[in-house]
């Protein structure tokens, strides 16, 4: 029945909600440039995937398009605030209301960055005028509602601290109140204050959902044995924030919560592959409960803030770099997959054990913006190659549905292909590289903001425009297919031209961070400041990009405070600057989107360039080479003689600090030549040694301890396997006897008759 049911929700929502107004369609006509969903056009951009969509016709005047999305954030702010504020969410079809997030005006809360960068002052003060009246400590349901840690935190805590930020920083000069700034991040602490119960466990991993009202855990995702669990993203998504809070607040508690429910991901029992592991946490013990994972939903944000917690501050938080590279490195040798129809895309799969599955979400196409900012922050131009690659694939789905709105989800798994609820999708597939994996909820999308993330961060990175035309594609599709009544609503259907209706429903996300992406991605390169991500002084597509604010998950940015050991040593302007580490410089925008003969297919990268020996690169290089330099060192103390320093001869002049080991090239030694080494020097080469080999048996029993816990891990899979098939066996029995009692219950009956 449910494909009868999906058939009348649709004729149905074809009644309840009118095709878009004369008013809307005026707008479009009048405000964006008419643009039909033509899929098959002229060929833009040499490295574009697909069969060719045209974006020859797209106005080429910046300043417009950005006050375009100023238009539409003012038009979607307009509905809320007149058919829904003070409440959560806007239902823009039938011009009411809804309270999804504990009615304490999320749309406003989570919006109220997006406006300070906008500078749309009216709207600026409208929220910061409700601010201060918000009572965090219960919610404002007419029944007192479940909270989730999770969405509260990266929308009120992350939309206080970050307008916090930015009023108190680049955008001072708007004519704000200057208490109601300093009562967002008093508002933020009661909030913190109100929700840190949640961490009140065995293990310091919190409960996702809770009653703030009177302090007590939901049941919700709690197991058949009792046990609570949590997923990677809950646990892992909170650092950021609550460590901010901390840094502005000065007081440690907050981070130092998260900090301890970060540990049990850092070290735990075992990882699938380094740095990749599973996705469900125990709450009593910490322990990793199943084998599924990957960058997708429950999982995505944990892995994205492991490197923004490296550029929020890299000395204190060099860990998080390691668990990255580690993960970002797995994914590439593990989790890359092509579509059989289309192998010049690739994706990061999904995984269940080490099985890796041909699927995706619209959740994980952040993932690419994931990558970029790892190539520059880490110096790894081989990130970049597939950063642009899984923006790519993000693209190419947005181009390929009819409604220019990319799927929820994204399959490319051939056995469900040849299911009969799919095979309608066969022709399609074979176009396109994937199919929707479901029959009817998931052709719903809408008002998601991870693809263009994704291609600001490699706009910002590459400075082609080929990112902004595939942003504005997205914004013309939304204007067509979602604006609806007051506001904007995810459409029933990506694969129908025209949406096939609407879910009512207007997302605080909308206004935090698809309008933001879009608004920033389109502005004037006049228009750019220290808040973009990848800020690039010299203009986009120069290098040197520097990340002034890290931006959370849901796209609010942060203004990164220097560490304890900088605020103790460092001079007034040493941190003017952000941590960032070796910035390089990218390839052209054109070479970006380029595919060259001789790049391998199962990689399937993009540049063929300068960056061609960069893929070569691993994380072990740099303790190769000082494991090369200590064996080196210690032969010349055998020998009796010491490594000369590096470019030691006739100039050198004066006292050199040189690495321990060597003595110093003063005047009285102009050829730089070497001294024999003292007893000191050989103590210390000795003890780098000891440290070395200690560091290599440890590094040998560490991957002796995974993989017998994989060989476990696998053993206790196989025997689960064996157990759930003995299950199915005794319930066809059971079914088979069932059945036979049937029969002779009919056979009885007909008997009788």
């Given at each position: 029945m449910?494909?009868?049911?999906?058939?009348?929700?649709?004729?149905?929502?074809?009644?309840?909600?009118?095709?878009?107004?004369?008013?809307?369609?005026?707008?479009?006509?009048?405000?964006?440039?008419?643009?039909?969903?033509?899929?098959?056009?002229n060929?833009?951009?040499?490295?574009?995937?697909?069969?060719?969509?045209?974006?020859?016709?797209?106005?080429?005047?910046?300043?417009?398009?950005?006050?375009?999305v100023?238009?539409?954030?003012?038009?979607?702010?307009n509905?809320?605030?007149?058919?829904?504020?003070?409440?959560?969410?806007?239902?823009?079809?039938?011009?009411?209301?809804?309270?999804?997030?504990?009615?304490?005006?999320?749309?406003?809360?989570?919006?109220?960055?997006?406006?300070?960068?906008?500078?749309?002052e009216?709207?600026?003060?409208?929220?910061?005028?409700?601010?201060?009246?918000?009572?965090?400590?219960?919610?404002?349901?007419?029944?007192?509602s479940?909270?989730?840690?999770?969405?509260?935190?990266?929308?009120?805590?992350?939309g206080?601290?970050?307008?916090?930020?930015?009023?108190?920083?680049?955008?001072?000069?708007?004519?704000?109140?200057?208490?109601?700034?300093?009562?967002?991040?008093?508002?933020?602490?009661?909030?913190?204050?109100?929700?840190k119960?949640?961490?009140d466990?065995?293990?310091g991993?919190?409960?996702?959902?809770?009653?703030?009202?009177?302090?007590?855990?939901?049941?919700?995702?709690?197991?058949?044995?009792?046990?609570?669990?949590?997923?990677?993203?809950?646990?892992?998504?909170?650092?950021?924030e609550?460590?901010?809070?901390?840094?502005?607040?000065?007081?440690p508690?907050?981070?130092?919560?998260?900090?301890?429910?970060?540990?049990?991901?850092?070290?735990?029992?075992?990882?699938?592959?380094?740095?990749?592991?599973?996705?469900?946490?125990?709450?009593?013990?910490?322990?990793?409960?199943?084998?599924?994972?990957?960058?997708?939903?429950?999982?995505?944000?944990?892995?994205e803030?492991?490197i923004?917690?490296?550029?929020?501050?890299p000395?204190?938080?060099?860990?998080?770099?390691?668990?990255?590279?580690?993960?970002?490195?797995?994914?590439?040798?593990?989790?890359?997959?092509?579509?059989?129809?289309r192998?010049?895309?690739?994706?990061?799969?999904?995984?269940?054990?080490?099985?890796?599955?041909?699927?995706?979400?619209?959740?994980?196409?952040?993932i690419g913006?994931?990558?970029?900012?790892?190539?520059?922050?880490?110096?790894r131009?081989?990130?970049?190659?597939?950063g642009?690659?899984f923006?790519?694939?993000?693209?190419?789905?947005?181009?390929?549905?009819?409604?220019?709105?990319?799927?929820?989800?994204?399959?490319w798994?051939?056995?469900?292909?040849?299911?009969?609820?799919?095979?309608?999708?066969?022709e399609?597939?074979?176009?396109?590289?994937?199919?929707?994996?479901?029959?009817?909820?998931?052709?719903?999308?809408?008002?998601?903001?991870?693809?263009?993330?994704?291609?600001?961060?490699?706009?910002?990175?590459?400075?082609?425009?080929?990112?902004?035309?595939?942003?504005?594609?997205?914004?013309?599709?939304?204007?067509?297919?979602?604006?609806?009544?007051?506001?904007?609503?995810?459409i029933?259907?990506?694969?129908?031209?025209?949406g096939?209706?609407?879910?009512?429903?207007?997302?605080?996300y909308?206004?935090?961070?698809?309008?933001?992406?879009?608004?920033?991605?389109?502005?004037?390169?006049?228009?750019?400041?220290?808040?973009?991500?990848?800020?690039?002084?010299?203009?986009?597509?120069?290098?040197?990009?520097?990340?002034?604010?890290?931006?959370?998950?849901?796209?609010?940015?942060?203004?990164?405070?220097?560490?304890?050991?900088?605020?103790?040593?460092?001079?007034?302007?040493?941190?003017?600057?952000?941590?960032?580490?070796?910035?390089?410089?990218?390839?052209s925008?054109?070479?970006?989107?380029?595919?060259?003969?001789?790049?391998?297919?199962?990689?399937?990268?993009?540049?063929?360039?300068?960056?061609?020996?960069?893929?070569?690169?691993?994380?072990?290089?740099?303790?190769?080479a000082?494991?090369?330099?200590?064996?080196?060192?210690?032969?010349?103390?055998?020998?009796?003689?010491?490594?000369?320093?590096?470019?030691?001869?006739?100039?050198a002049?004066?006292?050199?600090?040189?690495?321990?080991?060597?003595?110093?090239?003063?005047?009285?030694d102009?050829?730089?030549?070497?001294q024999?080494?003292?007893?000191?020097?050989?103590?210390?080469?000795?003890?780098?040694?000891?440290?070395?080999?200690?560091?290599?048996?440890d590094?040998?029993?560490?991957?002796?301890?995974?993989?017998?816990?994989?060989?476990?891990?696998?053993?206790?899979?196989?025997?689960?396997?064996?157990?759930?098939?003995?299950r199915?066996?005794?319930?066809?029995?059971?079914?088979?006897g069932?059945?036979?009692?049937?029969?002779?219950?009919?056979?009885l009956?007909?008997?009788?008759?």
């Amino acid at each position: 029945m449910a494909w009868l049911f999906a058939i009348l929700t649709l004729a149905f929502s074809s009644f309840l909600y009118p095709a878009p107004s004369a008013a809307s369609e005026d707008f479009i006509q009048r405000q964006l440039p008419a643009q039909r969903t033509v899929h098959y056009g002229n060929n833009s951009y040499p490295g574009q995937k697909g069969r060719d969509y045209d974006y020859t016709s797209f106005p080429e005047n910046q300043t417009y398009r950005a006050e375009a999305v100023i238009e539409m954030f003012r038009f979607a702010w307009n509905g809320y605030y007149t058919y829904a504020f003070p409440h959560d969410d806007l239902l823009p079809v039938n011009n009411s209301f809804k309270d999804s997030r504990n009615g304490w005006g999320v749309a406003a809360v989570d919006g109220l960055d997006t406006a300070i960068m906008m500078e749309q002052e009216d709207i600026v003060n409208q929220i910061l005028d409700f601010v201060p009246t918000i009572d965090f400590t219960k919610t404002n349901t007419p029944e007192p509602s479940v909270v989730s840690l999770f969405e509260t935190n990266i929308r009120y805590v992350g939309g206080l601290l970050s307008a916090y930020d930015l009023l108190k920083g680049p955008f001072s000069h708007l004519d704000v109140d200057d208490e109601k700034v300093d009562a967002l991040l008093s508002q933020c602490k009661s909030l913190a204050d109100t929700l840190k119960f949640a961490f009140d466990t065995p293990t310091g991993i919190p409960v996702n959902n809770v009653f703030p009202n009177n302090r007590t855990f939901s049941e919700r995702l709690r197991m058949a044995d009792g046990t609570r669990t949590a997923s990677l993203a809950e646990l892992g998504t909170l650092v950021l924030e609550w460590q901010h809070l901390s840094d502005l607040t000065g007081d440690p508690e907050y981070g130092d919560l998260a900090q301890k429910a970060q540990s049990y991901w850092f070290d735990p029992a075992f990882d699938i592959w380094p740095g990749l592991t599973g996705g469900n946490f125990s709450i009593e013990t910490g322990e990793v409960l199943d084998g599924y994972g990957g960058w997708t939903s429950g999982n995505d944000s944990a892995y994205e803030y492991l490197i923004k917690m490296y550029v929020y501050d890299p000395e204190r938080y060099e860990n998080y770099s390691k668990r990255f590279i580690e993960a970002a490195d797995s994914t590439i040798a593990h989790l890359l997959s092509h579509p059989s129809s289309r192998p010049d895309l690739t994706m990061a799969g999904s995984f269940v054990g080490t099985a890796v599955q041909n699927y995706s979400e619209q959740l994980a196409c952040f993932i690419g913006g994931t990558f970029i900012l790892g190539s520059t922050v880490l110096d790894r131009p081989d990130y970049l190659d597939y950063g642009l690659q899984f923006s790519e694939f993000c693209a190419n789905g947005y181009r390929y549905a009819a409604s220019g709105i990319g799927p929820i989800l994204y399959s490319w798994n051939l056995t469900q292909l040849s299911s009969s609820n799919f095979t309608n999708q066969t022709e399609f597939y074979e176009k396109s590289g994937w199919f929707i994996n479901d029959e009817y909820y998931y052709y719903r999308n809408g008002q998601a903001p991870e693809a263009i993330e994704s291609w600001y961060y490699a706009y910002q990175v590459t400075g082609s425009q080929y990112w902004r035309d595939v942003a504005w594609a997205y914004t013309l599709a939304q204007n067509r297919t979602e604006r609806v009544g007051s506001g904007f609503s995810s459409i029933l259907n990506v694969l129908d031209e025209y949406g096939g209706g609407w879910e009512n429903f207007q997302a605080s996300y909308m206004l935090a961070e698809v309008l933001k992406y879009q608004y920033l991605i389109q502005l004037p390169e006049e228009k750019k400041g220290v808040w973009d991500v990848e800020y690039a002084p010299d203009g986009v597509g120069n290098g040197g990009n520097v990340n002034y604010f890290v931006y959370n998950t849901e796209a609010h940015p942060f203004k990164p405070l220097p560490s304890v050991s900088c605020r103790l040593s460092c001079t007034p302007d040493s941190h003017s600057r952000p941590p960032q580490l070796r910035p390089w410089i990218p390839p052209s925008p054109n070479v970006a989107m380029t595919r060259t003969k001789n790049t391998p297919r199962n990689h399937n990268l993009e540049p063929g360039d300068q960056h061609e020996s960069a893929a070569k690169l691993n994380r072990n290089r740099r303790r190769h080479a000082l494991k090369a330099k200590l064996l080196e060192e210690l032969e010349a103390l055998r020998n009796g003689t010491a490594v000369p320093p590096p470019n030691a001869g006739p100039k050198a002049q004066g006292t050199r600090r040189l690495r321990k080991g060597h003595q110093k090239t003063t005047r009285d030694d102009p050829a730089g030549i070497p001294q024999k080494p003292n007893s000191r020097d050989k103590k210390e080469l000795a003890r780098k040694a000891q440290e070395l080999l200690k560091e290599e048996l440890d590094r040998v029993k560490e991957e002796r301890n995974r993989a017998e816990h994989e060989r476990n891990y696998a053993e206790s899979e196989w025997d689960r396997a064996k157990r759930e098939l003995d299950r199915a066996k005794e319930e066809l029995d059971r079914i088979k006897g069932q059945q036979s009692v049937a029969i002779e219950q009919l056979d009885l009956t007909a008997w009788r008759t």
